[in-house]
């Protein structure tokens, strides 16, 4: 330093002292505002650290409602499985027995019955009052058409010993495409509508459970739309590094802002010397003016060091806010998830009596089976009975012909006998008869007694139709088929009367 003063001197420590204060107040404002930043950073985190505690607990709230909503919907879907399960089962059901009903009936339409079977009167006919006009038998009455009312038993009997049975059954149409059937003895319609009533108890039920056919996906498609309405995990910062380098910041500038205020001193007390007359030396001025020039680095580097900590409060500031938007978002599934709750609980109850309205609907249901199932024991005995019928007739026509060839043999006996002591008593009365007085023993020239063999009580000759070969086969072979299968018929059946309004 020398002494002397320079005239151009102060102007210029004056201009270098206004930047060092301008530079130690900018620099005091620029760390000011990075331990504001700081302050604020510390209690942003805190509210960060806080709200993401709470979107934790309210995301995993919302997750156990998902679940339990889940798992209502699975609830709902296996209950609707189990009784969709209980329907197939009653349509394999319907299918057997509607399969061996339908096996049954076209056995029956299988088997022809012989028109004299049902073209007789009333009174001898096994079926009641059938009309015979369906197989062109009008004019026919019955298999015997010589025992007609107000014929004289004996003398049918005696058509019958001299000419045999009458056979009109060669004379009818042979034909048996015109036959009846068992079936057409069935009640077709009866069978429909039982059929009919089982489709419509069928379509019933399909109908219960459309009620609630759309609610396992419904639950599922808003448990998804709930699920993707919900924020993703939020990223926090990390809090170390960013108080960390904060603090890096801070020292940083603290030792800067100390810098610029040692200059600031420094320009300032070089002022006053100066004032006081002191002169300062050329390389004194080039080095106040090497300092003054650092001045706008050491600026930027506080400048800098702000953006550092303006930067991570910023990295704070949007992660509350994003915490804050998520909370929002959770809030608002929440509120869905207590909505949803209510609809459940609907749900729920209508789903129970859904099921116990098919429950009782599927007990009705069976019963209907089971009346399909004795439909078809009742057509099964039906059957039955009517080949043990032709086995029967068959029977009794034996017997009736051998009663026949056992009485022709008696008739034919007493005949012979008779006419043998016809000859005799001629004989005896042509040689000794008109030796004898005329009024001794006038009987003698009697002829011998004739005998008829008549029914009991004038009772009318037995009527059997006359059944082909091949039907006894096929009845024979139908009885034993059903003794090979175990065929048991129950009495409950076998009982009831083939005139059942509900099959014939």
Not at 283 to 288: A, H, R, V
Not at 357 to 362: A, I, M, Q, R
Request: charge should be negative; hydrophobic fraction near 35%.
């Amino acid at each position: 330093m020398i002494n002397g003063r320079s005239d151009n001197e102060q102007p210029h420590l004056v201009s270098l002292v206004l930047q060092s204060k301008k530079a130690l107040q900018h620099g005091e404002q620029l760390c000011s505002r990075a331990r504001s930043l700081s302050s604020t950073s510390a209690e942003t985190a805190g509210d960060v650290i806080a709200l993401d505690a709470k979107l934790r607990w309210v995301t995993s709230a919302v997750i156990e409602q998902l679940k339990l909503a889940a798992s209502v919907a699975k609830s709902i879907e296996l209950k609707r499985t189990e009784l969709e399960n209980q329907a197939k089962e009653w349509d394999n059901s319907r299918a057997q027995r509607s399969e061996a009903l339908d096996s049954i009936l076209e056995s029956l339409g299988s088997q022809v019955i012989p028109p004299d079977f049902h073209s007789t009167s009333s009174d001898s006919s096994i079926f009641g009052s059938q009309d015979g006009s369906d197989d062109g038998d009008e004019d026919i009455s019955g298999p015997f058409a010589d025992s007609l009312p107000g014929r004289s038993p004996t003398e049918t009997l005696r058509n019958v010993l001299v000419h045999g049975v009458p056979n009109h059954h060669a004379a009818r149409m042979r034909d048996r495409s015109k036959w009846k059937t068992l079936r057409d003895f069935v009640d077709e319609h009866a069978v429909n509508d039982l059929l009919e009533s089982l489709e419509g108890d069928r379509n019933i039920l399909d109908d219960i459970l459309s009620r609630t056919s759309d609610y396992p996906e419904s639950l599922a498609n808003t448990i998804s739309a709930i699920q993707a309405t919900l924020p993703v995990d939020l990223a926090l910062p990390s809090l170390d590094i960013i108080f960390s380098t904060q603090e890096t910041a801070l020292a940083e500038m603290a030792k800067h802002l100390t810098s610029l205020a040692e200059h600031y001193d420094q320009m300032a007390s070089a002022l006053r010397d100066n004032e006081a007359g002191e002169v300062f030396s050329r390389e004194d001025i080039q080095e106040m003016n090497r300092d003054t020039e650092e001045l706008p680095a050491i600026i930027a580097d506080l400048e800098h060091s702000v953006s550092s900590v303006a930067s991570s409060h910023e990295q704070l500031v949007a992660a509350k806010q994003q915490a804050e938007s998520n909370l929002t978002t959770l809030k608002g599934a929440l509120s869905d998830l207590d909505e949803l709750s209510d609809i459940m609980a609907e749900m729920l109850d209508r789903q129970e009596a859904v099921q116990i309205e098919v429950s009782e609907h599927l007990t009705e249901m069976h019963n209907s089976l089971v009346s399909v199932e004795e439909l078809c024991h009742r057509f099964t005995s039906y059957q039955y009975s009517y080949n043990q019928l032709l086995m029967e007739l068959s029977r009794r026509r034996r017997y009736m012909e051998a009663a026949e060839k056992i009485i022709a043999g008696m008739m034919s006996q007493l005949t012979a006998l008779t006419e043998e002591e016809r000859l005799r008593r001629e004989e005896f009365n042509t040689a000794h008869g008109e030796h004898l007085p005329s009024d001794v023993c006038l009987f003698v020239q009697n002829h011998p007694t004739r005998w008829e063999i008549v029914t009991g009580n004038n009772e009318a000759l037995e009527v059997l139709p006359e059944i082909d070969a091949d039907l006894l086969a096929e009845a024979n072979s139908r009885l034993a088929t059903a003794a090979g299968n175990s065929l048991r018929i129950s009495t409950q059946y076998s009982r009831q009367p083939l005139s059942q309004p509900v099959y014939l």
